[in-house]
């Protein structure tokens, strides 16, 4: 039984009555719900004058416009699929566990072997030469290709890929001769470097011309055709992902001597540089955005 002190008069039990109904309405509001961003239009990559830095198709790609239809279909297509690679690597975490389970009481657990399969001696050659990288100098440039050149089963060339690197670098270090950049600025480099992929650069001395990279919305994942994660892909359309795009980023920059580093996150992957005064920064390439 209550006391009288203790009791709420009629007055004030409507007062609270009304706070404790619109309490949770207004912290709700304070909640800052993230905006779905709007898509940008995507300048597909083509010729680069009479000879071309990099391999183009024969089809010709046009400019695309992504409405906000369209977009909020890809965004839930992508939504998805996060989801189900999350759930995937809850199911990956649990069967590990288990099998650790299983082994810890004596058992012993066994895979079989796919070591005759057709195909598989491309993966131990690429294994193979992966390991000998570790006792001598690594190349960013030369590791992608081993790995990609498995997956072909050794149909590309080597000298073809390296030559379209080393035209890459030539443009951009002839692009800092004209902007008269510091050729030893690490910001420098990486400033001109994240203008190749961005935006529109043309090398007036020469005429050529080179477009920016864009994101490839249709099967990002890889799940129908995983060459759409190569650099190989992306070097031949001028699209990619957060896969293809910042390996590409690496090798150019180990191409003109600029330091630069992957990071990763959750199902992502950027680039990482320090500028001149040790500061560090980073690129996002698949938006085009200094982050």
Known sequence: MFTKQNQLNPRRQKVWAFLTAIIPIFCYAQVQIPQ??????FQIHTTVGNSPIVP???????????GNDK??????????????????????KM??????????????????????????????????????????????????FVI???YYEGEKQYPEFERTIK????????????????????????????????????????????????????????????SKMFV???????????????KLYLILAEEIEAEAHLALSPNHSYIKFPDDEGRWHNIELTNNMLS
């Not at 910001?187 to 961005?198: C, E, T």
Request: charged letters at 25%; one cysteine or more; hydrophobic letters at 30%.
């Open 148 to 150: 990609e050149n498995a």
């Open 232 to 246: 190989h892909k992306l070097l031949l359309t001028g699209k990619g992902q957060c896969s293809s795009l910042p």
């Open 56 to 66: 183009t198709p024969s089809t010709r790609y046009q400019n695309v416009n992504f």
């Open 167 to 226: 035209q890459t670098g030539d443009f951009l270090r002839e692009k800092m001769r004209e902007l008269d950049l510091d050729q030893k600025s690490n910001l420098a480099k990486n400033y001109l470097l994240f203008q190749f992929f961005a935006d529109t650069l043309e090398l007036e001395s020469k005429g050529l011309k080179h477009f920016p990279f864009s994101y490839d919305f249709e099967d990002y994942w890889g799940k129908k055709d995983w």
């Open 71 to 92: 977009h909020r279909q890809q965004m839930a297509m992508y939504e998805a699929d996060a989801k189900r690679v999350a759930q995937a690597e809850e199911m990956r």
């Open 95 to 144: 069967a590990i566990k288990e099998a650790e389970a299983y082994s810890s009481n004596g058992a012993k657990v066994s895979l079989p072997s796919y070591k005759n399969a057709r195909g598989t001696e491309h993966y131990r050659n690429a294994y193979a030469q992966l390991l000998s990288m570790i006792d001598g100098q690594f190349s960013t440039r030369k590791a992608t």
């Open 36 to 41: 779905t961003p709007n898509p940008a239009s």
